[in-house]
T-cell receptor, first 113, second 116 residues
Framework: GNSVTQMEGPVTLSEEAFLTINCTYTATGYPSLFWYVQYPGEGLQLLLKATKADDKGSNKGFEATYRKETTSFHLEKGSVQVSDSAVYFCAAGGSGNTGKLIFGQGTTLQVKP | SAVISQKPSRDICQRGTSLTIQCQVDSQVTMMFWYRQQPGQSLTLIATANQGSEATYESGFVIDKFPISRPNLTFSTLTVSNMSPEDSSIYLC?????????????FGEGSRLTVL
């Protein structure tokens, strides 16, 4: 079945630093890919998505490009803010059109002023 | 989008007891799922809640331990039976909203259970 691997955290950055959180997947076919974010004390929210190869998802200054050659969907942001401190989850659609998602283990980001 | 309400938001339970979590959605949904997020870990899919029929469980999860009901399109319950401390987790209801691309899930805020 499909699987998702994220870089381990926690990641600690200073404000305005560049952020990359790596995510790779294994899958049959070309699943839709997602980044979800969980702010402290809140539920998961969809941050961005890409549904086919070479698509770029973007939202709130975050970007991720669906790379089928490297089976990756790395999350980037050019200048992080303290308010970006959260746990970030990469996810891939499960096998078939079932609506299920397979999640990575999550990466905690802490941004210091 | 969808507003998903889960009850209870948190509870402290005694070993051996059972607790039922409710999930109510304010939109028409096509699919409903229950996930578990153990402390410091990622989300694991427990089951797909099927309207009017038995849920579809993932490997490692069984109906006797996690009975699920979904009497209509917008409401589901998950029961955690005969709880042990290992069941201490956040349980999350998630949905695919009708008309939205499959795979884009909306989540409730979760029900945080602590089993003593």
């Amino acid at each position: 079945g499909n699987s998702v691997t994220q870089m381990e955290g926690p990641v600690t950055l200073s404000e305005e630093a560049f952020l990359t959180i790596n995510c790779t997947y294994t899958a049959t076919g070309y699943p839709s890919l997602f980044w979800y974010v969980q702010y402290p004390g809140e539920g998961l929210q969809l941050l961005l998505k890409a549904t086919k190869a070479d698509d770029k998802g973007s939202n709130k200054g975050f970007e991720a490009t669906y790379r089928k050659e490297t089976t990756s969907f790395h999350l980037e942001k050019g200048s992080v803010q303290v308010s970006d401190s959260a746990v970030y989850f990469c996810a891939a659609g499960g096998s078939g059109n079932t609506g299920k998602l397979i999640f990575g283990q999550g990466t905690t980001l802490q941004v210091k002023p | 989008s969808a507003v998903i309400s889960q009850k209870p938001s948190r509870d402290i339970c005694q070993r051996g007891t059972s607790l039922t979590i409710q999930c109510q959605v304010d939109s028409q949904v096509t699919m409903m799922f229950w996930y578990r997020q153990q402390p410091g870990q990622s989300l694991t899919l427990i089951a797909t809640a099927n309207q009017g029929s038995e849920a579809t469980y993932e490997s490692g999860f069984v109906i006797d331990k996690f009975p699920i009901s979904r009497p209509n399109l917008t409401f589901s319950t998950l029961t955690v039976s005969n709880m042990s401390p290992e069941d201490s987790s956040i349980y999350l209801c998630s949905v695919v909203v009708a008309g939205r691309r499959t795979g884009e899930l909306f989540f409730g805020e979760g029900s945080r259970l602590t089993v003593l």
